[in-house]
């Protein structure tokens, strides 16, 4: 009451109006000195003024305070009002607690930061006759190998007091640290990691007896190899880091680790070779990591887009792969490559976009092949992309960059058409990314049924209805199948082709060689780590 007007409160005063209020910053009200203070808006006469003016707040000075300016500040005062009433619990917001030597009062910190009832206290004597706790979360720990190798051993000091270097050396793991403060045993402890307690020490010991479920590494399905390596990352960090230490032995290789997300507080593992990684690039990935300010980081894609120099473009501003093999080819190139716990998609930086075009299998053949083949994929994505624009404009516009005897024969197909020939390709083109994305949502089984129907029946009753031309089925069909020659870029180039289509419709060749020149200046002037 000291610091707000008694107006306010009434004659009860609860809990939840003081916590309104000081979200609001409301005024501050001193009757003994017979004057109001405003504490963060504006000095008024009557708390009536004052609270129009929190309402108000964020409307410049000198400026009408309209209608949308007044909605906008209670939006904002709104959002202060639920983010400090209902606060979320944070480590941030324990930065400042310590452990003591009372055995309970540690019991009392870390119930206090993992209230969950899957956050387990196992209590314990040593042979001494010293109170002993392990906090462990339910289901990521090896609850047996715990007893064994750690409360077993302690049974059998007889010490009446216990140090944690006494507690270190009876301990059997070899993955034992020393936390100091609770937040920082709560995120090891989130981890998967235990905390062992022992009364008289005022810090925690970390017991590394982690056991969280994960798959096997097997071969992933983006990535299917015929020769080389078949193994793929995992969504652990550990065991990622696993793979690629296992190609990469050399004591040049680097990870440093960093944690993004105020909720999720992923693990993120930063890989390069020292010596060989260029030093701005890692400081400028360094810098935008810890500028990430989100609630939860779910996969590697997260990162990508707060590390991308442009957040919206077409084209990806970051590699990404599935294979431990190509990611330490990378890394051994001078790239900074990026592990995230929860995702088995690691990110590499600086990338240019030939890596798209480029296979796995491109390593283990003769050069002479590898070189033709990639040809043949920037070929293939050549054809996807301008080959359904190309007809579109030829038709609309320049009938003679088509043959003689081929004019004839689409001509034949297509008389009698009720449709357009730049809106009958986008409806096929429709048709085919609606039918895509079905296959792929729908059961494995299902999608394959469902594919035959689209591909064929849909297909021939169309063309036997007189909706849409055999020809436009046949360049729309030929197109998509060059389009997964590179499956990177399948969504930057099923964008890309609509884009063509709807210029070749409306501009004809003159805007397809426009964009050509566009999208050639965009890729030359963007700048993605150098």
């Known amino acids: 009451r000291d610091y707000f007007p008694d107006c306010f409160y009434g004659n009860r005063g609860n809990f939840f109006v003081e916590a309104f209020l000081s979200s609001l910053g409301a005024a501050r009200h001193s009757p003994r000195r017979g004057k109001q203070e405003c504490c963060s808006f504006a000095r008024h006469s009557t708390c009536r003024d004052c609270l129009k003016t929190a309402i108000r707040q964020g409307v410049p000075?000198?400026?009408?305070?309209?209608?949308?300016?007044?909605?906008?500040?209670?939006?904002?005062?709104?959002?202060?009002?639920?983010?400090?009433?209902?606060?979320?619990?944070?480590?941030?917001d324990f930065k400042n607690e310590?452990?003591?030597?009372?055995?309970?009062?540690?019991?009392?910190?870390?119930?206090?930061?993992?209230?969950?009832?899957?956050?387990?206290?196992?209590?314990?004597?040593?042979?001494?006759?010293?109170?002993?706790?392990?906090?462990?979360?339910?289901?990521?720990?090896?609850k047996q190998l715990l007893g064994d190798l750690a409360a077993r051993p302690l049974s059998f000091v007889k010490s009446r007091t216990l140090t944690t270097e006494e507690v270190k050396k009876a301990v059997l793991f070899p993955e034992l640290k020393i936390a100091v403060t609770p937040a920082d045993a709560a995120r090891e402890i989130l981890d998967g990691n235990?905390?062992?307690?022992?009364?008289?020490?005022?810090?925690?010991?970390?017991?590394?007896?982690?056991?969280?479920?994960?798959?096997?590494?097997?071969?992933?399905?983006?990535?299917?190899?015929?020769?080389?390596?078949?193994?793929?990352?995992?969504?652990?960090?550990?065991?990622?880091?696993?793979?690629?230490?296992?190609?990469?032995?050399?004591?040049?290789?680097?990870?440093?680790?960093?944690?993004?997300?105020?909720?999720?507080?992923?693990?993120?593992?930063l890989c390069y070779l020292e010596g060989i990684a260029d030093?701005?690039?890692?400081?400028?990935?360094?810098?935008?990591?810890?500028?990430?300010?989100?609630?939860?980081?779910?996969?590697?894609?997260?990162i990508a887009t707060f590390l991308a120099p442009r957040r919206y473009?077409?084209?990806?501003?970051?590699?990404?792969?599935?294979?431990?093999?190509?990611?330490?080819?990378?890394?051994?190139?001078?790239?900074?490559?990026?592990?995230?716990?929860?995702?088995?998609?690691?990110?590499?930086?600086?990338?240019?976009?030939?890596?798209d075009f480029q296979t796995a299998e491109d390593y283990f053949v003769s050069p002479f092949a590898a070189s033709v083949l990639r040809l043949l994929r920037f070929f293939a994505m050549a054809i996807s992309l301008l080959l359904p624009a190309f007809y579109v404009s030829s038709q609309l516009f320049k009938i003679q960059l088509i043959p003689l005897n081929l004019t004839l024969t689409i001509a034949g197909s297509i008389r009698g058409l009720p449709l357009s020939p730049s809106l009958e390709m986008f409806l096929v083109l429709l048709v085919l990314e609606i039918l895509k994305e079905a296959s792929i949502r729908m059961p494995k089984y299902v999608g394959m049924a469902l594919s035959v129907v689209g591909a064929l029946v849909l297909g021939d009753t169309a063309v036997s209805a007189g909706f849409v031309s055999s020809p436009a089925i046949i360049i729309?069909?030929?197109?998509?199948?060059?389009?997964?020659?590179?499956?990177?870029?399948?969504?930057?180039?099923?964008?890309?082709?609509?884009?063509?289509?709807?210029?070749?419709?409306?501009?004809?060749?003159?805007?397809?060689?426009?964009?050509?020149?566009?999208l050639l200046y965009y890729l030359i002037t963007a700048d993605a780590f150098g």
């Open 61 to 92: 000075k000198g400026k009408a305070r309209d209608k949308k300016n007044s909605f906008r500040g209670v939006f904002r005062i709104f959002g202060r009002i639920f983010s400090h009433t209902f606060g979320v619990n944070t480590f941030d």
């Open 98 to 142: 310590k452990f003591s030597a009372a055995l309970k009062e540690n019991e009392r910190i870390m119930k206090k930061i993992l209230p969950s009832d899957d956050i387990l206290i196992y209590s314990f004597e040593s042979g001494g006759g010293v109170p002993c706790a392990v906090i462990y979360a339910d289901g990521m720990v090896n």
């Open 194 to 269: 235990s905390l062992l307690l022992i009364h008289g020490c005022a810090e925690g010991v970390i017991v590394g007896a982690k056991t969280v479920p994960q798959r096997a590494v097997t071969e992933p399905p983006t990535s299917v190899a015929i020769k080389g390596p078949r193994e793929g990352f995992v969504e652990d960090v550990k065991t990622n880091m696993a793979l690629v230490r296992k190609r990469l032995k050399t004591g040049n290789l680097r990870f440093e680790y960093a944690h993004a997300g105020k909720q999720s507080d992923t693990s993120i593992a």
């Open 279 to 302: 030093a701005k690039v890692l400081a400028a990935i360094k810098k935008r990591l810890s500028e990430i300010n989100t609630d939860i980081i779910a996969d590697s894609s997260y």
């Open 313 to 355: 473009t077409l084209f990806k501003e970051l590699g990404t792969t599935e294979k431990p093999d190509i990611f330490a080819a990378k890394i051994a190139e001078g790239r900074v490559g990026i592990l995230v716990d929860g995702s088995p998609v690691a990110l590499t930086a600086p990338y240019v976009l030939s890596e």
């Open 476 to 518: 729309v069909a030929f197109s998509g199948i060059c389009l997964y020659t590179v499956p990177d870029f399948v969504e930057t180039g099923s964008l890309l082709r609509w884009l063509f289509l709807i210029v070749a419709g409306s501009t004809g060749p003159f805007g397809i060689v426009l964009l050509i020149a566009f």
